[in-house]
């Protein structure tokens, strides 16, 4: 029943289960539509049997046929897939767990690439995590914005554990160019050190005192349908910061960032309170 829009990408998956004869359509992660009691799947074996994809006949609107671009088009037999997993699939852009086994490793359907510099593994909230230090002024960096992706909001949530810092840090810069500059490009998680002698966190505006092992979940609202950069630990990865950078008032040292990030995923999305929650307490 949901109304598509044209030239915009949406995730679509149809769900059947076969125990209840029940049909479940999912429009960008959200049930759509739900069929009770429809026909008996055929379950024999058929030597011509096809799949067609973008092209149909039925009894009811004979020959019909798709105009418009698909992707990454997949079937998972023998099993029902939950609302949580389609959930993901349609909406989590990036997750990297940082963990000993592919430690740069993106887990979500979107497979980032992810790339990093000066970094090492250390104990984590959740199993591993990723050491940054202000000495080697290390960084992890993945290009999580495809561009296709025309989705005005989106949800940041990791854990962070900070140790030192020296005038302050960046955690999360976002940038249109890969060296950290562009015609887009600021600081949009930092931490600062107070006059009060402890670190407070730096969030679209907001302090927030510091500690360890906490959980940061920021919702930023974003206008720009290009290619996005996201790094970790150091805002500016080669050269000097274009003019164009927004810079802000804060005393904000590129690459003075210690400590350790975990559990970093990034949803299409404005997560609500509730799915807040369940991620924040695992």
């Not at 996201?230 to 210690?258: D, H, R, Y």
């Amino acid at each position: 029943s949901t109304l598509i829009p044209y030239w915009n990408w949406i995730h679509a998956a149809v769900v059947y289960d076969i125990t209840i004869y029940q049909q479940l359509i999912y429009i960008n992660g959200i049930i759509d539509t739900v069929f009770e009691g429809i026909v008996t799947p055929f379950q024999g074996s058929s030597s011509v049997a096809s799949t067609t994809i973008g092209f149909g006949k039925s009894a009811a609107f004979a020959v019909t046929s798709f105009y418009g671009m698909i992707d990454q088009f997949l079937i998972t037999p023998q099993m029902a897939k939950l609302s949580c997993q389609i959930y993901d699939d349609a909406l989590l852009v990036a997750y990297f767990p940082f963990d000993t086994n592919g430690t740069l490793n993106d887990r979500s359907a979107g497979v980032s690439p992810g790339s990093s510099s000066g970094t090492s593994i250390t104990s984590g909230y959740i199993q591993e995590a990723l050491l940054f230090s202000s000495i080697t002024n290390s960084f992890f960096q993945s290009a999580c914005f495809p561009y296709f992706r025309r989705s005005l909001t989106f949800t940041l949530l990791l854990w962070v554990n900070p140790t030192t810092v020296s005038g302050g840090g960046t955690i999360v810069h976002v940038s249109s160019d890969q060296n950290g500059n562009g015609t887009l490009c600021f600081d949009m998680f930092a931490l600062v050190f107070s006059n009060r002698n402890v670190m407070r966190f730096h969030v679209n505006g907001t302090l927030n005192n510091a500690q360890p092992n906490v959980v940061n979940i920021l919702a930023f609202w974003s206008f720009t349908n290009s290619q996005l950069y996201i790094t970790f630990g150091n805002s500016q990865i080669t050269g000097a910061a274009a003019p164009s950078c927004e810079k802000g008032t804060l005393p904000i040292v590129s690459g003075a960032f210690s400590g350790a990030i975990d559990e970093f995923r990034l949803y299409m999305t404005e997560l609500n309170g509730e799915e807040i929650c369940t991620l924040a307490n695992p």
